[in-house]
């Protein structure tokens, strides 16, 4: 039982992957325009870049991580 439970937290594939980036930048793009509200000018735009910036790279090592676990397996 606690298998298919844990599986439930486990990306597996690259449309899973996809979909946990596309809930993650809709959730920091909606936290960009709150600081761009609070912070006006430069300052808030560059909080709005580095909430986006940070969904590309936890995306990108999504990825790495599924292909990575179909080249090596359990093993890395």
């Not at 937290?9 to 597996?12: A, Q, S, T, Y």
């Not at 325009?33 to 609070?38: K, L, R």
């Not at 676990?69 to 093993?75: E, I, L, N, S, V």
């Given at each position: 039982m606690w298998k298919k439970f844990k599986r439930l937290?486990?990306?597996?594939t690259k449309f899973e992957a996809f979909l946990i980036t596309y809930a993650l930048a809709t959730g920091a793009v909606a936290r960009g325009?709150?600081?761009?509200?609070?912070y006006p000018g430069i300052g808030g735009k560059l909080l709005f870049l580095a909430a986006t910036g940070a969904v590309f790279m936890a995306g990108a090592?999504?990825?790495e991580a599924i292909e990575l676990?179909?080249?090596?397996?359990?093993?890395y």
């Open positions: 937290f486990v990306i597996k325009q709150a600081y761009m509200v609070q090592k999504m990825l676990h179909k080249a090596y397996g359990d093993d």
